[in-house]
């Protein structure tokens, strides 16, 4: 099993910058895939950024040159750097971590953090 867990979130106002960190725990070498997700109210959740086990990063269109994946593996954990913020951007922010071979949804995720966006 492994546990995941948010941190970070809070109220910025547009332009301004937050990082989120994913602190896992548990059997984190099962974990190959790493990333962020997020919704807002009345949406489904999306793909924000992902990380894999080779070291490459994908990001959803409406945040490439805004947001930045890392992960730091001595912490085991992973950060979700956001600049430039927008209102658009304002959500509940998941992290989800997944063995290769296992889609997103049956991985593994965290409780969520709120991120808002507004002046």
């Known amino acids: 099993q492994v546990q995941l867990v948010e941190s970070g979130g809070g109220l910025v106002q547009p332009g301004g910058s937050l990082r989120l960190s994913c602190a896992a725990s548990?059997?984190?070498?099962?974990?190959?895939?790493m990333g962020w997700y997020r919704q807002a109210p009345g949406t489904q959740r999306e793909l924000v950024a992902v990380?894999?086990?080779?070291?490459?990063?994908m990001y959803a269109d409406s945040v490439k040159g805004r947001f930045t994946i890392s992960r730091d593996n001595a912490k085991s954990t992973m950060y979700l750097q956001m600049n430039s913020l927008k209102p658009e951007d304002t959500a509940v922010y998941y992290c989800?971590?997944?063995?290769?071979?296992?889609?997103?949804?049956?991985?593994?995720w965290g409780q969520g953090t709120q991120v808002t966006v507004s002046s």
């Open positions: 548990g059997n984190i070498f099962s974990i190959g895939y």
């Open positions: 989800n971590g997944h063995a290769p071979g296992v889609i997103p949804e049956s991985g593994y």
């Open positions: 990380l894999t086990p080779f070291g490459t990063t």
